[in-house]
Structure formats: C-alpha cells, structure tokens
T-cell receptor
Framework: EADIYQTPRYLVIGTGKKITLECSQT?????MYWYQQDPGMELHLIHY???????EKGDLSSESTVSRIRTEHFPLTLESARPSHTSQYLC?????????????FGSGTRLTVV | GQSLEQPSEVTAVEGAIVQINCTYQ??????LSWYQQHDGGAPTFLSY????GLEETGRFSSFLSRSDSYGYLLLQELQMKDSASYFC??????????FGQGTELSVKP
C-alpha cells in the first residue's frame, strides 16, 4: 500500500543532542515537505523539496536541516536540540502540481526536548 | 504576507449541517484546500477549489469565491466521527500549502 512513513513516532531527548527524524514515501512523489505544528495550532512549512538534490527553506525559520538524496527519503536533522524545538513534525508528499491531488501526510513525530 | 482566518471552534449536533468559513489574504493564489485532522494525527485531504464555485464530495462540499477571497467547507449529515480540526490552506506557487489556524468541530449527540 502506498503511504508515507515517519519514525520515530515519539521522541524524548536531552538538550544538545543531535537527532534525525526519518520520512519515507513509497508513492514516487517528487515533492516533499516538512511542517511543524504545536498542539491546537496551524501547520507551519519549514522545509520543502521538489526532487532529488533540491531543498528549500519554508516560511517558518527553523534551525533544522534536510537532505534529499533519494526520491523516497527526506530526513530532517537537528544538530543540537533545544527545548524550543519541542513540537510535532509532520512530513508530507504530493504528486505533480500537488494541489488538486492533495498532500499525503505522515503520522508525525512528536519531539520533546528536556 | 499571507494570512488566513477561520473560526477557532464550532459546535453542532449529529445529523445537522455546519459551515466553516475561511477568508484569506495572500499573494500568488492558486486555490484553496481543506484538510481534516483527528487528535493531532496525520491531516487528510478533503477538497481543493481552484475555480469559483461549489465542489461536492459525498457529505462534504467546498466553495470558493476568488473575488471575495473567501471559501467555506460544508459538512452535511454530521456524524460523531466528524469531530476533528479542519484547516483551510491556500495553495501558493509550486503547490506549497499555507495553513490557517484550524477550526475545532465538536459534534454532539
């Protein structure tokens, strides 16, 4: 079944640690996105990619970085986690121009930095 | 800049009809999408309007007026499982989505 997978689902980590949030999709979509969402709030675009070796920063400034070496894989890395990074991170992908078909979202990673 | 406004919460009873409005101010507008999110889980795509008018998909319909920078999501025959957060999202250049703050819908028996 075509889908988008995020791991881990939950992560509690100490300040200063390096972390990588994984996102993989099996649909062959060129476009992938990372959104950050605090509880009860809107989703903010922090990174996007239109294909392999293409990455751009989104509208919300983030200290995280991303890479896109393979079409199906779009990991997000925090070099040094801080309590302000505590949030939910949602990965999504879309096909073609995307909008008419909608985004497919993963279940998210809920990150807590202590 | 870009901004979207939608009500923060709406309450309705089972079997009723509810309308969730969305107004937007944006540059580079390509269309308006709606997403449903249960308990902070994966948002799911409901609808997309690129042109003015009404799009119907089962119990859900979505409307867009580009001249008024306004759209709405209409949910009919409400069911308990429709209790969720609903987000309108402007589709910008490159298909990027900019989300509103979300409307929490509570369906009561």
């Amino acid at each position: 079944e075509a889908d988008i997978y995020q791991t881990p689902r939950y992560l509690v980590i100490g300040t200063g640690k390096k972390i990588t949030l994984e996102c993989s999709q099996t649909m062959g979509h060129d476009k992938m996105y990372w959104y950050q969402q605090d509880p009860g709030m809107e989703l903010h675009l922090i990174h996007y990619s239109y294909g392999v070796n293409s990455t751009e920063k989104g509208d919300l400034s983030s200290e995280s970085t991303v890479s896109r070496i393979r079409t199906e894989h779009f990991p997000l890395t925090l070099e040094s986690a801080r309590p302000s990074h505590t949030s939910q991170y949602l990965c999504a992908s879309s096909e073609g121009e995307g909008a008419g078909y909608g985004y497919t979202f993963g279940s998210g990673t809920r990150l807590t930095v202590v | 800049g870009q901004s979207l406004e939608q009500p923060s919460e709406v309450t309705a009873v089972e079997g009723a009809i509810v309308q969730i409005n969305c107004t937007y101010q944006t540059s580079g507008f390509y269309g308006l999408s709606w997403y449903q999110q249960h308990d902070g889980g994966a948002p799911t795509f409901l609808s997309y309007n690129a042109l003015d008018g009404l799009e119907e998909t089962g119990r859900f319909s979505s409307f867009l007026s580009r001249s008024d920078s306004y759209g709405y999501l209409l949910l009919q025959e409400l069911q308990m499982k429709d209790s969720a957060s609903y987000f309108c999202a402007v589709v910008g250049p490159g298909g990027k989505l900019i989300f509103g703050q979300g409307t929490e819908l509570s369906v009561k028996p």
